[in-house]
């Protein structure tokens, strides 16, 4: 019996230590500020996601070359260039390895900032796992919306594209308008 209540006791503090690390890692969630997150840009440079939403809002693409990503990439591009001007800033973090992703970023002339993370720490740092993962977060790093899942006919993409534009104070722009027009060619 003594034997019993010491196993009891013993489950007891390793649950409460799990439940104690558990909450001491703060929920990413929408009001939630971004957590603390460092990657390195396609030139090597060391990029810190604070330094970036304290210039402006920043939307984070967690995201890979796969067949859904990859069309869904002509949306995120047509986002960045309609919003960059307004102080949008567009990250996309391929879990790739290095030289696929040099590889895939010149075939799709990507001209977005993007990073590389073939270990997926992104993943664990911003708590999904589900690819792609959107985040968009506002000036002073708060999360301002969470868009997991891939969605290829764009509409995803304009929804985000709607936020952000309330974000910065701009135009709504349709993100599926030009990337329709380029796929008849």
Known sequence: MTRLLAVAVSVCLVASVVVAQDTAKPKVAIGTKAPDFKFKDQSGKEINLSELTAKG??????????????????????????????????????KAPDKEVAKYAAAKKINMLYGIDSKGESWNV??????????????????????????????????????????VDAPAVDPRATPKVENKK
């Open 126 to 167: 911003f708590q999904t796992k589900t690819m792609p993962t959107n985040f968009l977060i506002g000036k002073g790093g708060e999360i301002l919306a969470i868009a997991p899942g891939c969605d290829t006919s764009g509409l995803l993409a304009k929804r985000l594209a709607d936020k952000i534009a309330k974000t």
């Open 57 to 94: 809002p920043v939307l984070v693409r967690l995201t890979c070359g796969c067949s859904g990503c990859d069309k869904e990439l002509a949306y995120f591009q047509e986002i960045d260039a309609a919003y960059k001007k307004a102080g949008l800033t567009s990250i996309a973090i391929f």
